[in-house]
C-alpha cells in the first residue's frame, strides 16, 4: 500500500496529499503539452469565427 504520511508525518487516510502532489507536479507537463499542441485546437476556433462570421453577414443581408 502507498504511504499516507504528510509532511509532519501525520497519517492522511485518504491519500489526498499525495494525490495533490502527483496532481501538482504533472500540471507543468500538462499545460506545456497544451501550448505546443494547440494546432487542432486552434483550427476549431478559426473555423468558429468563420461561421459566426458567414452567419452574421447572412443575417445582415437578410436584414438590408
Do not use: C, Y
Not at 504528510?6 to 494525490?19: I, L, R, V
Amino acid at each position: 500500500m502507498a504511504n499516507t504520511q504528510g509532511p509532519q508525518g501525520n497519517h492522511d487516510p485518504a491519500g489526498s496529499t499525495q494525490m495533490f502532489r502527483a496532481f501538482v507536479d504533472e500540471a507543468p507537463q500538462g499545460r506545456q503539452a497544451a501550448a505546443s499542441g494547440g494546432g487542432p485546437r486552434l483550427g476549431l476556433i478559426v473555423g468558429v469565427v468563420v461561421a459566426v462570421a458567414i452567419v452574421a453577414a447572412v443575417a445582415w443581408l437578410a436584414l438590408k
